[in-house]
C-alpha cells in the first residue's frame, strides 16, 4: 500500500483549487482550511463545489482529505462571545467536512490562560458534546497535542480525559511531531521513541491516533515553543523522522506536513523528502 503523504494546501481562489495545488507538490492526501484561517465567517459548501471537489479526489486518488479547524477557536475561553464563535466555527468545519467526504477536522483545543485544565474541563467536554449533536455521524472530530505552552491543553493526559469522558468512534487524535519533541518527548533515539509509544499506548491509546502531522522542530527538545522546520533540517532531522514514521505501530498513519517549505508552505522537496525517508 502507497503511504499517504500530503500537505496543508490553499484553497485559495475556490476549493478545487486544493487538489491543484496538492497535484502540484506530489501528494497523495492533503488538509485545508474551510474558509479563511483568519476570519470567523464560515459557510457552507454548495452542492457544485462539493461534487466538483469529490469527482476530482476521486479522479486523482487524493485521500484522506483534512480540514484544519481555525487557530482563532478555544474552547477554554472564559469570554462567553469567543467560545460560541469558537463552537459555531467548529460545527461549520464538521459539517463541511461530511459534506466533502473528509476524513475529520483537526481541532487545536485552545488555552485555559492558567487557570488550569481542571477549572475548564467540563466546558471543553461539554463544546465538543454540543458540536457532536448539531452534526452528521460522518463527521469525525481529531485533538491534537500541543507543544507544552503554558496554559495550551493538549498533553497526552488531557487528551485521555477528554476521550474518557466521550467514548465516541467520532473522536479521534492528530499527532503533531513537532508538537511532541517541543513538549519534551525525545523520541529522536530508539529508547525515547519506544518511551514514546507507550506512553501513548498507556493514555490515548495508538487505536485512537488517526493523523501525524510530520513536522520538524526549529526550537530545541522541551522547548515548549510550537514552530515547525522543513524536513531535516530541525532539531528532530532526518533520523529520528524516519524513524518515527516507520515504526511498526505508526507506519499506517498518513502524514500531512505543515512545513514552511520555501515560504508559501508544503512542497514537492519536503513531499519527496519525506518518501526518501520510508522503508
Given at each position: 500500500?502507497?503511504?499517504?503523504?500530503?500537505?496543508?494546501?490553499?484553497?485559495?481562489?475556490?476549493?478545487?483549487?486544493?487538489?491543484?495545488?496538492?497535484?502540484?507538490?506530489?501528494?497523495?492526501?492533503?488538509?485545508?482550511?474551510?474558509?479563511?484561517?483568519?476570519?470567523?465567517?464560515?459557510?457552507?459548501?454548495?452542492?457544485?463545489?462539493?461534487?466538483?471537489?469529490?469527482?476530482?479526489?476521486?479522479?486523482?486518488?487524493?485521500?484522506?482529505?483534512?480540514?484544519?479547524?481555525?487557530?482563532?477557536?478555544?474552547?477554554?475561553?472564559?469570554?462567553?462571545?469567543?467560545?460560541?464563535?469558537?463552537?459555531?466555527?467548529?460545527?461549520?468545519?464538521?459539517?463541511?467536512?461530511?459534506?466533502?467526504?473528509?476524513?475529520?477536522?483537526?481541532?487545536?483545543?485552545?488555552?485555559?490562560?492558567?487557570?488550569?485544565?481542571?477549572?475548564?474541563?467540563?466546558?471543553?467536554?461539554?463544546?465538543?458534546?454540543?458540536?457532536?449533536?448539531?452534526?452528521?455521524?460522518?463527521?469525525?472530530?481529531?485533538?491534537?497535542?500541543?507543544?507544552?505552552?503554558?496554559?495550551?491543553?493538549?498533553?497526552?493526559?488531557?487528551?485521555k480525559d477528554i476521550l474518557?469522558?466521550?467514548?465516541?468512534?467520532?473522536?479521534?487524535?492528530?499527532?503533531?511531531?513537532?508538537?511532541?519533541?517541543?513538549?519534551?518527548?525525545?523520541?529522536?533515539?530508539?529508547?525515547?521513541?519506544?518511551?514514546?509509544?507507550?506512553?501513548?499506548?498507556?493514555?490515548?491509546?495508538?487505536?485512537?491516533?488517526?493523523?501525524?502531522?510530520?513536522?520538524?522542530?526549529?526550537?530545541?527538545?522541551?522547548?515548549?515553543?510550537?514552530?515547525?522546520?522543513?524536513?531535516?533540517?530541525?532539531?528532530?532531522?532526518?533520523?529520528?523522522?524516519?524513524?518515527?514514521?516507520?515504526?511498526p505501530k505508526l507506519a499506517?498513519?498518513?502524514?500531512?506536513?505543515?512545513?514552511?517549505?520555501?515560504?508559501?508552505?508544503?512542497?514537492?522537496?519536503?513531499?519527496?523528502?519525506?518518501?526518501?525517508?520510508?522503508?
Amino acid at each position: 500500500m502507497t503511504r499517504r503523504i500530503g500537505g496543508h494546501v490553499s484553497c485559495s481562489g475556490g476549493l478545487t483549487n486544493a487538489v491543484t495545488n496538492t497535484l502540484n507538490i506530489g501528494g497523495n492526501a492533503m488538509q485545508i482550511f474551510a474558509g479563511s484561517p483568519r476570519m470567523w465567517a464560515r459557510s457552507l459548501y454548495s452542492p457544485e463545489l462539493t461534487e466538483g471537489f469529490r469527482r476530482l479526489t476521486t479522479q486523482h486518488d487524493l485521500n484522506p482529505v483534512y480540514i484544519h479547524a481555525l487557530y482563532l477557536t478555544n474552547l477554554a475561553s472564559d469570554n462567553p462571545e469567543l467560545l460560541e464563535k469558537s463552537k459555531t466555527a467548529i460545527i461549520m468545519d464538521m459539517k463541511n467536512s461530511a459534506l466533502i467526504g473528509s476524513a475529520g477536522v483537526v481541532l487545536h483545543i485552545g488555552s485555559h490562560q492558567g487557570r488550569g485544565w481542571a477549572h475548564d474541563r467540563a466546558q471543553v467536554i461539554s463544546a465538543i458534546e454540543q458540536a457532536f449533536r448539531e452534526t452528521p455521524g460522518s463527521s469525525i472530530l481529531l485533538l491534537e497535542n500541543s507543544a507544552g505552552q503554558n496554559g495550551k491543553i493538549g498533553s497526552l493526559k488531557e487528551l485521555k480525559d477528554i476521550l474518557d469522558a466521550i467514548p465516541s468512534d467520532r473522536l479521534k487524535v492528530c499527532l503533531d511531531t513537532a508538537h511532541a519533541f517541543e513538549a519534551g518527548y525525545n523520541f529522536t533515539t530508539a529508547d525515547g521513541l519506544e518511551m514514546w509509544i507507550k506512553e501513548i499506548e498507556s493514555t490515548i491509546g495508538v487505536d485512537k491516533v488517526e493523523l501525524l502531522h510530520l513536522n520538524d522542530s526549529k526550537t530545541p527538545l522541551g522547548s515548549g515553543r510550537d514552530n515547525h522546520q522543513n524536513i531535516g533540517d530541525g532539531y528532530i532531522g532526518d533520523a529520528g523522522l524516519s524513524m518515527l514514521i516507520n515504526h511498526p505501530k505508526l507506519a499506517h498513519l498518513p502524514l500531512i506536513l505543515e512545513v514552511p517549505g520555501d515560504g508559501t508552505g508544503p512542497d514537492r522537496a519536503n513531499i519527496d523528502r519525506v518518501k526518501n525517508l520510508l522503508k
